[in-house]
């Protein structure tokens, strides 16, 4: 027999599952949950990498999205692993702008949440670099991306720095590289692959000139989700663990 207190329960759960795709009643959490079942008959679900290709595919109403993703790594899952360990361990989420910070989710983690933009302004002026691209550099100036969960869902730009800042020795956790357009966005994202891979760093990229901030934040809310169920229990993220 279920009790009002196991359906408030099982409503909390609910809501802090699907909470990043906007459900915060229980109708919208019936439809979120609804439109991953649905997902989740044309994309497998037996790795942690065909996880972050499910949420590829509802962030961006696509089937065939999936087949766009890309993990650098020792395998598919190592990125998803390596995001997961950074959540568990409180790791700083750093976004390149407002709207991609804006988009992962405050609940199931304690991890600081900060923006690249608004840092930055006065080696833009001086130089004539792009504001995202100034503001990566201060920040890795800061030591801000060092053992941290980088994602930029934006600017090729800040990609490209990045990818730079990675080439010169630092390291965070992981990267996720999702920034959208026709000019340099292909290439940036290529170029986070390479040197990721060079550098040992994990990433999750994408190809093709498709992309932007709520797709960067839906794969960062899914290694946020990862984490979670290791926590409690209900997988584990330890390699060779499947």
């Not at 890309?70 to 409180?90: C, I, S, Y």
């Not at 969960?149 to 956790?173: K, Y």
Request: hydrophobic residues 40%.
């Amino acid at each position: 027999m279920t009790t009002d207190a196991d359906a408030e329960a099982s409503a909390e759960d609910g809501q802090d599952q699907y909470a990043d795709l906007g459900a915060t009643t229980r109708d919208a959490m019936e439809i979120a949950e609804t439109s991953m079942e649905i997902v989740r008959q044309f994309v497998p679900d037996e790795t942690l990498a065909d996880r972050v290709r499910q949420k590829s595919v509802h962030s961006m109403g696509d089937i065939e999205f999936q087949h766009l993703l890309r993990f650098t790594g020792e395998n598919e899952d190592e990125p998803v692993r390596a995001g997961a360990r950074a959540v568990l361990d409180e790791a700083t989420i750093v976004t390149d702008i407002t709207m991609a910070k804006a988009g992962v989710t405050s609940r199931g983690h304690d991890c600081d949440r900060r923006k690249a933009i608004g840092s930055g302004a006065e080696l833009a002026a001086e130089t004539g670099m792009t504001r995202t691209a100034a503001a990566m550099l201060e920040l890795d100036r800061e030591g801000a991306f060092e053992d941290a969960i980088v994602t930029i869902g934006n600017a090729p730009t800040a990609a490209l720095a990045l990818a730079d800042c990675i080439e010169q020795g630092t390291r965070p956790a992981v990267v996720v590289a999702t920034p959208v357009g026709f000019v340099k966005a292909e290439e940036s994202r290529k170029r986070i692959r390479e040197v990721c891979a060079e550098r040992g760093v994990p990433a999750i990229t994408n190809v093709g000139k498709r992309g932007g901030s709520g797709l960067a934040a839906a794969l960062t809310n899914e290694l946020i989700h990862v984490a979670s169920d290791a926590r409690e229990g209900e997988l584990s993220i330890e390699a060779g663990a499947d």
